[in-house]
């Protein structure tokens, strides 16, 4: 069982490091809010699944469209916003979401909200190999959506916008569209996963979405190497089991990642796996001369 | 026919006129060359055309439509393209991706969007058709961002080409290339005319936009001085005044 829970964990983390690559991997809009919108999208399913004893599935996808509603917005102000003032934009949100849910007596404050019941299917509540099956059908739908968007001429729009945006808008790319839609994908991505989070842990309370969460999430994507999918899933697997297996580096989480993301930014800029990474260029020369 | 009318455009930044009142008109398949010394207001009259600055007063009509003040993706959509004389190329895609940017211009408005893909055959084939008009053909699957000068200041003219426009604004298409890359682009320019397709040319290096253009608009101080084939722009007092400042030496500055 234990096995099971943290791979329904790691699940998530996958889910939210997809989503932030869809913002800041190919649309090249930094976020440091990205627990923030994990959030949204926990405490709406919590709400409507615990007190207003919704079920299960149409609460999952109120915390997908109540999230991405949030995210377009978020987006709709990065309009306006560059770079490191996005930065410090999005920390922003994350400071106001999660004070929101702690003063706010209908979020629970302090102690946030409890009795979240287990997933359901028709036919009875998941166990916890169900809900993993479960977390593990939203990394392939949230792989799937960034395969998609890659490959269509959305994706080429966004990835334009990352490299330059005014070379974008010359190009008759309306730069402005895109960057409100790659945020609305990438915090749909991170309500799914907040849905998930919230029935998973039964009880969710505001400082599970600080932004120190945001940082975890960037520093797994920039690990695994941003802007690829592969690398968004590599990071999320490999810092997110780190701490399982060393009991006591979980007591020094922040400052590992802190050094992490260092290190990385340092010496190794394109992760682990990105597509200008050394290993990576590496496997795809010995994929060229077989 | 008019391609291209511009009447009373005026720009003014923190009480600065960068722009003042100033008129012409495009034909099409002519090449134009708005030239002026430093400061005149050509950079100014090159963002209020291609929407990258939208102007406080005078309007812009291009093929009988108003399109004072348009954001940048809807002149390009609608058939103006610009480059850029600081080149922008978008340096982590490829040479021939670069160029499908643009390519997917009509579609970035519709849902098609998503349903499409760029990565097919066709997609691929029309853009290395446009990297061949310009030479780059060869380069097609290198990052855009390990061409030299010369090869990126061609990538621009291709990336504009492939919205198809019917106006091309050239913005110091010449700048810090080599002589013979120079020739080169000059002919593709003059081979793009004689296609049927119109310019606006903003140069420094006279000899070669003199030998390009057919009419030629001057500015100077944001105001329009001058006008004409470019024999005539050549010899106009108020235009050697302008490049050579006699009027400031006259002041005793």
């Known amino acids: 069982m234990y096995v099971y829970t943290v791979a329904t964990l790691l699940g998530i983390y996958c889910i939210l490091t997809l989503g932030l690559n869809t913002i800041t991997g190919i649309a090249g809009q930094i976020s440091l809010g990205h627990a923030a919108f994990l959030g949204i999208g926990a405490y709406t399913a919590a709400i409507l699944t615990v007190r207003h004893a919704w079920d299960f599935w149409p609460a999952l996808l109120a915390a997908v469209a109540v999230t991405a509603a949030a995210g377009a917005l978020v987006g709709a102000a990065a309009i306006r916003v560059r770079e490191d003032f996005l930065a410090i934009t999005t920390m922003g949100v994350n400071f106001v979401v999660v004070a929101v849910f702690l003063y706010f007596p209908f979020f629970g404050g302090a102690f946030g909200i409890g009795g979240i019941p287990a997933p359901s299917w028709p036919g009875g509540s998941l166990g916890k190999p169900g809900l993993f099956l479960l977390v593990l059908a939203g990394v392939l739908l949230a792989l799937g959506v960034n395969l998609w968007l890659l490959r ?139 | 026919m008019t391609l291209l009318e511009v009447t009373g455009l005026t720009k003014r930044y923190a009480g600065l006129t960068a722009l003042d009142r100033v008129s012409f008109a495009v034909s099409e398949a002519e090449i134009l060359g708005l ?174 936009a003199m030998a390009l253009v057919d009419r030629v608009v001057v500015l100077d101080h944001g105001a329009l001085i001058a006008a004409g084939p470019p024999d005539a722009v050549r010899g106009d007092a108020r235009v050697v005044e302008a490049y050579l400042g006699t009027d400031a030496v006259a002041r005793g500055h």
């Not at chain 1, 796996?273 to 290993?279: F, I, R, V």
């Not at chain 2, 399109?67 to 600081?86: C, D, E, K, S, Y």
């Not at chain 2, 492939?162 to 298409?173: F, G, I, S, T, V």
Request: charged share 20%; glycine share 12%.
């Open chain 1, 152 to 290: 269509s001429w959305v994706g080429l729009a966004l990835l334009a916008t990352r490299e330059d945006e005014d070379a974008a808008r010359a190009a008759g790319v309306n730069v402005r569209r895109f960057k409100i839609v790659a945020f609305t994908v990438g915090t749909a991505l991170a309500g799914l996963a907040g849905s998930f989070y919230a029935h998973f842990l039964t009880f969710i309370s505001p400082e599970d979405f600080g932004f120190a969460f945001s940082i975890t999430i960037l520093c797994m994507l920039v690990f695994g190497g941003i802007g690829t999918n592969r690398g968004a899933i590599l990071g999320a697997g490999v810092l997110g089991v780190l701490p399982e297996l060393f009991r006591p580096l979980a007591d020094y989480r922040m400052l590992t990642y802190g050094a992490i993301l260092l290190l990385m930014m340092r010496w190794a800029p394109h992760g682990l796996l990105g597509d200008e990474s050394a290993l990576w260029r590496a496997l795809a020369r010995r994929r060229g001369a077989p």
């Open chain 2, 35 to 208: 030239f002026g010394p430093n400061g005149a207001g050509k950079t100014t009259c090159f963002h209020c055309l291609s929407g990258f600055a939208v102007p406080d007063g005078g309007r812009v009509v291009f093929d009988g439509r108003d399109v004072t003040g348009w954001p940048p993706h809807r002149l390009a959509q609608a058939g103006i393209a610009r480059t850029f004389q600081i080149v922008r190329p978008f340096r982590n895609l490829t040479v021939l991706d670069n160029v499908l940017v643009a390519l997917g211009h009509r579609r970035y408005e519709r849902l098609g969007a998503l349903l499409g893909t760029w990565r097919g055959r066709e997609p691929r084939r029309r853009a290395l058709g446009i990297l061949e008009r310009v030479g780059l053909a060869a380069e097609a699957d290198r990052m855009a961002g390990l061409l030299p000068l010369g090869m990126l200041k061609r990538l621009e003219v291709a990336r504009a080409l492939a919205l198809a426009p019917r106006l091309l604004l050239l913005d110091e298409p010449f700048g810090g290339l080599a002589a013979e890359e120079t020739a080169a682009l000059a002919a593709l320019v003059a081979d793009l005319r004689a296609q049927g397709l119109t310019v606006v040319l903003v140069e420094h290096q006279m000899r070669v």
